[in-house]
Structures are given as structure tokens and as C-alpha cells.
């Protein structure tokens, strides 16, 4: 099993920046296709990105489309969000796991800390 640890978040005005970071520990990490997911208050969690072991194949939530890049090292056993143009929607605790390519959802149920995130106008 992956374990994980999520970075980067923080508080930002709206249309700024922020990277997020997932840093794995075990020598699985490079063989598993990985996901970012988000919870906002008081809502369900919620697919973000995935990314296949080889970083080759990406999906996206259409609400992140064109504005978030979901990257990887697998030598560096570490995860990217890159998040531009950042909307008050985009507020969340977001959190990084093992997940199913192109199904968007997690491999698990056990979860990290997430990060926070929160984008004000």
C-alpha cells in the first residue's frame, strides 16, 4: 500500500497560483497510478486528476480542465498538482492517493491529511 504525505496548499487570491506536492513512501509508488481528490465543506469528496504509473496518461474533472497539471517522479517518489488560475470553488482539502485510471475514484479508503486549500476573491 502507498502511504502518502500532502504539501503546498495554502491560502491564495483568486486567478493565483499554488503546487501541490504528494510525496509516497515504499517502492510501489511507481507502479501505481495515482489521483488527487478534493473535499470542500460540507460537500462529498471529489475526483480532481489521476495520472498512470508512467505520468504518459492524464485525466481531469472538467471543473479543473485546462487550469490544473497533474504530474509525477517517480524518482523522486513525488506527485504534482499544479494549479493556475485558481477560482473560490476550488477550496478544498485536497488529498492524493492510489486510484483507478480514467475511473475517477480512489484504490483506498484509507486517506492522509490533505492539504488545504482556499482561494479568496
Known amino acids: 500500500q502507498v502511504q502518502v504525505v500532502e504539501s503546498g496548499g495554502g491560502l491564495v487570491q483568486a486567478g493565483n497560483s499554488l503546487r501541490l506536492s504528494c510525496s509516497a513512501s515504499?517502492?510501489?509508488?511507481?507502479?501505481?497510478?495515482m489521483g488527487w481528490f478534493r473535499q470542500a465543506p460540507g460537500k462529498e469528496r471529489e475526483f480532481v486528476a489521476d495520472i498512470s504509473w508512467s505520468g504518459v496518461s492524464t485525466n481531469y474533472a472538467d471543473s479543473v480542465k485546462g487550469r490544473f497539471t497533474i504530474s509525477r517522479d517517480n524518482v523522486k517518489n513525488t506527485m504534482y498538482l499544479e494549479m493556475n488560475s485558481l477560482k473560490p470553488e476550488d477550496t478544498a482539502v485536497y488529498y492524493c492517493?492510489?486510484?483507478?485510471?480514467?475511473?475517477?475514484?480512489?484504490?483506498?479508503?484509507?486517506w492522509g491529511q490533505g492539504t488545504q486549500v482556499t482561494v479568496h476573491s
Open positions: 515504499g517502492r510501489t509508488f511507481r507502479s501505481h497510478d
Open positions: 492517493a492510489a486510484a483507478e485510471l480514467g475511473q475517477r475514484r480512489p484504490l483506498t479508503d484509507h
